[in-house]
Nanobody, 129 residues
C-alpha cells in the first residue's frame, strides 16, 4: 500500500510562488504515473499536471490553465514528486491533491481522475489578490 503526503501549501500573494511536494512511501514513484489535481469549493476536481513513469521517458502534461506557470517534476532518489507554481493567481486557490496510478495509462488519459489508485490528503493553496 502506498501513502502519499503532500506539503508546501499556504497563503501567498498574487504573482508569488510555491512548491508543493508529494512524498510517497511504500512504492517507488519512478514506476508509476504521478499527477496533481486541485479542487475548489463547489467545483469538480481539476487536472493540473502529470508525469509518466521513468522507463517511459518521464513525459509531462500540464493543463492549459497553468501551462507556462506550473511545472511537475520527480526526484526518484527522494521518492518525491513536486509541483512548482509560479506567477500564482487568485483563481489558483484550491486544495491540491497528489495521485498515483499503479497501472499503465495512455498519455491522453493522464487528466482523467478515474483510475488513479492512491490519493494524498491534500494541501491548501490560497492566493490573495
Amino acid at each position: 500500500q502506498v501513502q502519499l503526503v503532500e506539503s508546501g501549501g499556504g497563503l501567498v500573494q498574487a504573482g508569488g510562488s510555491l512548491r508543493l511536494s508529494c512524498a510517497a512511501s511504500g512504492r517507488t514513484v519512478a514506476s508509476y504515473v504521478m499527477a496533481w489535481f486541485r479542487q475548489s469549493p463547489g467545483k469538480e476536481r481539476e487536472f493540473v499536471a502529470a508525469i509518466t513513469t521513468s522507463w517511459s521517458g518521464g513525459r509531462t502534461l500540464t493543463a492549459d490553465s497553468v501551462k507556462g506557470r506550473f511545472t511537475i517534476s520527480r526526484d526518484n532518489a527522494k521518492n518525491t514528486v513536486y509541483l512548482q507554481m509560479n506567477t500564482l493567481k487568485p483563481e489558483d486557490t484550491a486544495v491540491y491533491y497528489c495521485a498515483a496510478d499503479f497501472n499503465s495509462r495512455d498519455y491522453v488519459n493522464l487528466p482523467t481522475p478515474l483510475g488513479y489508485d492512491a490519493w494524498g490528503q491534500g494541501t491548501q493553496v490560497t492566493v490573495s489578490s
